[in-house]
């Protein structure tokens, strides 16, 4: 799969706390032809295994008018045990149909109900 970096939200980024995607995207002023008829997807993918402490993560999509506005606006992986985010597990765990009437920036937010040792994401816009 060939990426573009400016629609990377999370690069094998570290989920030791809650925390907002390291990147959010400008979808642009006039955001109206995004997939210019396709639909366009994010997708969540495991990079490296959580810790298997009793734990949970909760995974929201953001929006806003700006970057420094973002809020969450709907839960794109409603909390799952991080011991199921194992490494056997490794791979897609959310592909998400991008909603109409998005503000101009979004990012994730992940929300642990503990701190955890160990465990990345990557996370991406993508068609197809």
């Given at each position: 799969?060939?990426?573009?970096?400016?629609?990377?939200?999370?690069?094998?980024?570290a989920?030791?706390?809650?925390a907002?995607?390291?990147?959010?995207i400008?979808?642009?002023?006039a955001?109206?032809?995004?997939g210019?008829?396709?639909?366009?997807?994010?997708?969540?993918?495991?990079?490296?295994?959580f810790?298997?402490?009793?734990?949970?993560?909760?995974?929201?999509?953001?929006?806003?008018?700006?970057?420094?506005?973002?809020?969450?606006?709907?839960?794109?992986?409603?909390?799952?045990a991080?011991?199921?985010?194992?490494?056997?597990?490794r791979?897609?765990?959310?592909k998400?149909s991008?909603p109409?009437?998005?503000?101009?920036?979004?990012?994730?937010?992940?929300t642990v109900?503990v701190?955890?040792?160990s465990?990345?994401?990557?996370a991406?816009?993508?068609i197809?």
């Amino acid at each position: 799969m060939i990426l573009d970096k400016q629609l990377i939200l999370s690069d094998g980024q570290a989920i030791t706390a809650t925390a907002a995607s390291e990147n959010s995207i400008d979808l642009g002023a006039a955001n109206l032809d995004i997939g210019q008829g396709n639909p366009v997807f994010l997708e969540v993918w495991l990079d490296t295994a959580f810790d298997t402490s009793v734990n949970t993560l909760t995974i929201t999509l953001q929006d806003g008018a700006t970057v420094g506005a973002l809020a969450d606006i709907m839960t794109i992986m409603p909390a799952r045990a991080t011991s199921l985010l194992l490494a056997a597990n490794r791979g897609l765990l959310v592909k998400f149909s991008l909603p109409e009437g998005l503000k101009r920036h979004i990012g994730l937010n992940y929300t642990v109900s503990v701190g955890l040792t160990s465990g990345k994401l990557n996370a991406f816009l993508t068609i197809g």
